[in-house]
């Protein structure tokens, strides 16, 4: 069964370091999201992207983040600058409808900001 | 109060018995959907509630949505050990944003 792939499953940085986390989203699907889950909280949406470009974004999407679909295959989030609180699992997921309204997460990635 | 409060927080059950889970919103919806997430894993999506449903079924699991009170509840019937896991819903806000509740930490005692 087809799944999205998350790269790398964790990932210690220094702060102030930039990080990329990296998805393989399952290939015929056409929407693609990223979220945060601070150990032990809710998952928090932070951005979603279609057609190339953002759909949306929330207020922890600042000017630190960023997202990328640099080939066609891969989905990308940059942090430029890490912050200690930037620590948590990061989740890519992707859907192939939005009348479907499924998302198909990956593992996740354990950002860990030291 | 958040978009997608689930209560309660935490519970635990024998196997075989049923466990209930609720979730409140604020705003109004289209659907809810209920997924479950594992220790340290991602989400997997369980079942999805469209706004002019009340009920459904799949399997051991019987979601409700009562839209006047803004909240929903999901039950898992003869529960299992491997339903242990967190247990969210999701609405989604405009087009393009998800918002997950709190969820609720299901424990089955083997």
């Known amino acids: 069964e087809p799944e999205v792939t998350q790269t790398p499953s964790h990932q210690v940085t220094q702060m102030g370091q930039e990080v990329i986390l990296r998805c393989v989203p399952i290939?015929?699907?056409?929407?693609f999201y990223w979220y945060r889950q601070i150990l032990g909280q809710k998952v928090e949406f932070l951005v979603s992207?279609?057609?190339?470009?953002?759909?949306?974004k929330s207020e922890i999407f600042d000017d630190q983040f960023s997202v990328e679909r640099p080939d066609g295959s891969n989905f990308t989030l940059k942090i430029r600058s890490t912050k200690l609180e930037d620590s948590a699992m990061y989740f890519c997921?992707?859907?192939?409808?939005?009348?479907?309204?499924?998302?198909?997460f990956g593992a996740g990635t354990r950002l860990s900001v030291l | 109060s958040q978009q997608g409060e689930e209560d309660p927080q935490a519970l635990s059950i024998q196997e075989g018995e049923n466990a209930t889970m609720n979730c409140s919103y604020k705003?109004?919806?289209?659907?809810l959907q209920w997924y479950r997430q594992n220790s340290g894993r991602g989400l997997v999506h369980l079942i999805l509630?469209?706004?002019?449903?009340r009920e459904k079924h799949s399997g051991r699991l019987r979601v409700t949505l009562d839209t006047s009170k803004k909240s929903s509840s999901l039950l898992i019937t003869a529960s299992r050990a491997a339903d242990t896991a967190s247990y969210f819903c999701?609405?989604?806000?405009?087009?393009?944003?998800?918002?997950f509740g709190t969820g609720t930490r299901l424990k089955v005692l083997a």
């Open positions: 705003t109004s919806i289209n659907n």
């Open positions: 997921a992707s859907s192939d409808s939005l009348a479907k309204n499924i998302q198909y």
């Open positions: 999701a609405t989604r806000i405009g087009t393009y944003k998800y918002i």
């Open positions: 290939s015929n699907h056409l929407y």
């Open positions: 509630i469209r706004s002019n449903e």
């Open positions: 992207f279609y057609n190339n470009e953002i759909s949306e």
